[in-house]
């Protein structure tokens, strides 16, 4: 099962480029560890692949969702993009969006959201935020 979205460490190696520069990576398909039962509901995993304190102006992570795991509601100060890269969820603003593999949401800043795997099937998505 693939991982997407947001919190903590993944499995960094270091490899050798052009033979001087030494680069950190990291897998987004790691499951990575479990989530914060304060932020989701169900069984969560989150492998942080990008984070601001790194360096970088911008938090990319995989999160993966059980069925019928999800997000509290909650909000991003500088919003969030969600890339779905495997299984079917949804996505709540206003209505109930069902969401599936290849899809991408857009979701401005500080809007009020939650989003998660469908009863049936897990959900992973890749979270710019």
Known sequence: MLLVASLLLGVTS???QGGKNNIAMNSFIEKGTAAPSHN?????WVNMNVKSEEGYNVNIGTVTFEPKARTNWHTHKSGQILFVIEGIGYYQEKPVQLIQKGD???IPK?????????????YSSCSRF
């Open 110 to 122: 500080n809007v009020v959201h939650w989003h998660g795997a469908s009863h049936d099937a897990p």
């Open 14 to 16: 270091t490899k050798a």
């Open 40 to 44: 989701f509901t169900g069984a969560v």
């Open 104 to 106: 991408v949401v857009k």
